[in-house]
Nanobody, 115 residues
Framework: QVQLVESGGGLVQPGGSLRLSCVAS????????MGWYRQAPGLQRELVAA???????NYADSVKGRFTISRDIAKNTVWLQMDNLKPEDTAVYYC?????????WGQGTRVIVSS
C-alpha cells in the first residue's frame, strides 16, 4: 500500500502560480509512474502530467509550457509547478501513483483560479 498526501492548492488570480506537492508513504521509485490528474465540476478526471520511473514526462496539451512536474526520489515527493494559471485550470487536483497492479490516489487538493 502507498498513501499519497497532496498539499498546495488554494485560490489564485489568473496569471498567478501555485506549486502542488505530493508526499508518498514509501519510495516512489517502487512505482512505475507518478502523476497529477484533475477533475473539474461536471467533467471527467483527466491527466495533467505524469513521470515514469525512468524520468519520461507527459503533459496534457492544455498545460504544456505552463506546468512542470518534478520529483525528489529521496524525499518521496512529486511536485506540480503551475504558472500562468487560467480560470479553466480550476479543479480538484489528485496525485496518482501506479504500480504494476494498483492505482493509488491522494485525497485531492482544490485549485481555484479566479479574480
Amino acid at each position: 500500500q502507498v498513501q499519497l498526501v497532496e498539499s498546495g492548492g488554494g485560490l489564485v488570480q489568473p496569471g498567478g502560480s501555485l506549486r502542488l506537492s505530493c508526499v508518498a508513504s514509501r519510495s516512489i521509485f517502487m512505482l512505475n509512474a507518478m502523476g497529477w490528474y484533475r477533475q473539474a465540476p461536471g467533467l471527467q478526471r483527466e491527466l495533467v502530467a505524469a513521470m515514469t520511473r525512468g524520468g519520461s514526462i507527459n503533459y496534457a496539451d492544455s498545460v504544456k509550457g505552463r506546468f512542470t512536474i518534478s520529483r525528489d526520489i529521496a524525499k518521496n515527493t512529486v511536485w506540480l509547478q503551475m504558472d500562468n494559471l487560467k480560470p479553466e485550470d480550476t479543479a480538484v487536483y489528485y496525485c496518482n501513483g501506479q504500480s504494476s497492479a494498483t492505482n493509488y490516489w491522494g485525497q485531492g487538493t482544490r485549485v481555484i483560479v479566479s479574480s
